[in-house]
C-alpha cells in the first residue's frame, strides 16, 4: 500500500458552515461563507493530564509504578482575522449582525459583540502542499477538517496605526454529526469523481487531515446556501 508524506504550507482558503446547537448542518440558504481573510488558524490539543499510580513497599522502594494515558478533551482554536466578512464571523461567534435599510433584502454591514452568545460551526481549510507530484493530471492540496467547532467568541482587537486585525476563540468537542459531510472534498481513485469524505467522523473524531486532488473552493465575500451534493 502506497503512502502519502504530507508537506503542507500556506493556507488557501478556510470554509465556515453554521451548525445548530447539535452539531448538525441544515440544507438552506445563508449557511456556508468561504474566505481567504484569515491569517492564521492556532490550534493547541487540550489534554487532561495522566493520572500516576504509585506506591512504596516497607523498603522505601517502588512496588507500584503506573501512570494512565493522557487524554484528548478538545483543541483549542485561535483563528486570525485579515479580513472580516461579517457572516462569517456571526457563525462563529454568534454575534448579532448589523443590518442597513436597504429594501427589500437589507445588506450584513457589520456585527456586534454581546454576552452570553458564542458559535457553532464546522471549519475546513485548504492548503499546497510541497514536493506533491501531480496525481492523473490534477495538482494535489492538504485538507483539513474540525467537524464540531464550539464556543466561538470574538477575541481581542487592536486599533492602531496599522493593520486591525480580528480574533475568534473557540474549541472542538466530539461527537459531532458530521458523517461523511455535506460537500465534495475529495475525487475518487478508481474512475475519478467529486466525492464526499471516503469514511464518516467518529464520535471521538476531532480533526481530519488528508491529501486531496479536488481543488478547493473560491472565495467570496458573504454567505451562500448549503447544498448536500449527491
Known amino acids: 500500500m502506497a503512502t502519502e508524506c504530507l508537506k503542507p504550507f500556506k493556507?488557501?482558503?478556510?470554509?465556515?458552515?453554521?451548525?445548530?446547537?447539535?452539531?448538525?448542518?441544515?440544507?438552506?440558504?445563508?449557511?456556508?461563507?468561504?474566505?481567504?481573510?484569515?491569517?492564521s488558524v492556532e490550534q493547541t490539543l487540550n489534554l487532561r493530564d495522566a493520572d500516576e499510580?504509585?506506591?512504596?513497599?516497607?523498603?522505601?522502594?517502588?512496588?507500584?509504578?503506573?501512570?494512565?494515558?493522557?487524554?484528548?478533551?478538545?483543541?483549542?482554536?485561535?483563528?486570525?482575522?485579515?479580513?472580516?466578512?461579517?457572516?462569517?464571523?456571526?457563525?462563529?461567534?454568534?454575534?448579532?449582525?448589523?443590518?442597513?435599510?436597504?429594501?427589500?433584502?437589507?445588506?450584513?454591514?457589520?456585527?456586534?459583540?454581546?454576552e452570553n452568545v458564542y458559535g457553532n460551526f464546522a471549519l475546513e481549510l485548504w492548503s499546497d502542499l510541497g514536493g506533491q507530484p501531480?496525481?492523473?493530471?490534477?495538482?494535489?492540496?492538504?485538507?483539513?477538517?474540525?467537524?464540531?467547532?464550539?464556543?466561538?467568541?470574538?477575541?481581542d482587537m487592536t486599533v492602531e496605526n496599522g493593520p486591525v486585525t480580528t480574533t475568534v476563540r473557540a474549541r472542538t468537542r466530539a461527537n459531532s454529526p458530521w458523517g461523511v459531510g455535506w460537500a465534495n472534498v475529495r475525487n475518487t481513485v478508481v474512475s475519478p469523481a467529486p466525492a464526499k469524505l471516503l469514511t464518516a467522523i467518529s464520535a471521538t473524531d476531532h480533526r481530519h487531515i488528508q491529501a486531496t486532488t479536488l481543488a478547493p473552493p473560491t472565495a467570496a465575500c458573504g454567505s451562500t446556501a448549503l447544498v448536500v451534493a449527491s
Open 11 to 39: 493556507g488557501k482558503v478556510m470554509r465556515i458552515t453554521k451548525l445548530n446547537e447539535c452539531g448538525a448542518f441544515t440544507a438552506a440558504a445563508n449557511q456556508v461563507v468561504v474566505t481567504s481573510g484569515f491569517i
Open 53 to 114: 499510580y504509585e506506591q512504596v513497599n516497607a523498603n522505601g522502594d517502588l512496588c507500584l509504578n503506573e501512570r494512565s494515558p493522557q487524554q484528548l478533551k478538545w483543541i483549542d482554536l485561535t483563528i486570525n482575522l485579515c479580513e472580516v466578512d461579517v457572516e462569517a464571523f456571526n457563525f462563529m461567534t454568534g454575534s448579532p449582525l448589523v443590518v442597513d435599510d436597504a429594501t427589500p433584502t437589507p445588506n450584513s454591514v457589520g456585527y456586534r459583540t454581546r
Open 134 to 155: 501531480c496525481s492523473g493530471g490534477s495538482k494535489k492540496y492538504g485538507y483539513l477538517l474540525l467537524p464540531w467547532v464550539t464556543d466561538g467568541v470574538s477575541g
